[in-house]
T-cell receptor
Framework: KAGVTQTPRYLIKTRGQQVTLSCSPISGHRSVSWYQQTPGQGLQFLFE???????NKGNFPGRFSGRQFSNSRSEMNVSTLELGDSALYLC??????????????FGSGTQLSVL | QQQVKQSPQSLIVQKGGISIINCAYE??????FPWYQQFPGKGPALLIA?????SEKKEGRFTISFNKSAKQFSLHIMDSQPGDSATYFC????????????FGTGTQLKVEL
């Protein structure tokens, strides 16, 4: 069974640009969450999508947005990139209902570097 | 506001020894406390988790001890092995939070031969 797949694996962007990251959840999983991991701030929750609707949101500026498609695949977008957005962006999926958080599985992440 | 405090930041243990990592939380609404293990270049992987209705949970060499009144929980790794060398994160969530986990700052564990 394939795990959570994130693409691309590495990304280099320049300040002011925008970026889109992609996440394919485990087959049958309907919930996708996004986390940002940095050495300074650790792991922080960005948002969660379930059945194409945002179900929960962390404390990040509006430059960070996401969406989920009908096949449960998700994308997150960061506009007007800042140096501080350099981070490992992790996607996690779960069934979405019934003991969801115990079944949360993470992908290997997309390492974003902003120059 | 950091809601889950983790210590120590780093830990060196001899092979066969016991590794102990501690976490403390503030939010009394938290009702799920997992520990994640992360290797370089990989995402976090669930190691073991506990809910507040029990004070201890053991899975193989890994044990969570939970103290609800003190709002603290800890991970014990018995018979630590070099393959356990990784970064460990405690986390917490509440029932209404969906898949929102609040993570501790992480502990880098190194098990020496």
């Amino acid at each position: 069974k394939a795990g959570v797949t994130q693409t691309p694996r590495y990304l280099i962007k320049t300040r002011g640009q925008q970026v889109t990251l992609s996440c394919s959840p485990i087959s049958g999983h309907r919930s996708v969450s996004w986390y940002q991991q940095t050495p300074g701030q650790g792991l922080q929750f960005l948002f969660e999508y379930f059945s194409e609707t945002q179900r929960n949101k962390g404390n990040f500026p509006g430059r960070f947005s996401g969406r989920q498609f009908s096949n449960s695949r998700s994308e997150m977008n960061v506009s007007t990139l800042e140096l501080g957005d350099s981070a490992l962006y992790l996607c996690a999926s779960s069934p979405g209902i019934g003991g969801i958080i115990e079944k949360l599985l993470f992908g290997s992440g997309t390492q974003l570097s902003v120059l | 506001q950091q809601q889950v405090k983790q210590s120590p930041q780093s830990l060196i243990v001899q092979k066969g020894g016991i590794s102990i990592i501690n976490c403390a939380y503030e939010n009394t609404a938290f009702d799920y406390f997992p520990w994640y293990q992360q290797f370089p270049g990989k995402g976090p992987a669930l190691l073991i988790a506990i809910r507040p209705d029990v004070s201890e949970k053991k899975e193989g060499r890994f044990t969570i001890s939970f103290n609800k009144s003190a709002k603290q929980f800890s991970l014990h790794i018995m018979d630590s092995q070099p393959g356990d060398s990784a970064t460990y994160f405690c986390a917490a969530s509440d029932e209404g939070g969906g898949n929102k986990l609040t993570f501790g700052t992480g502990t880098q564990l190194k098990v020496e031969l």
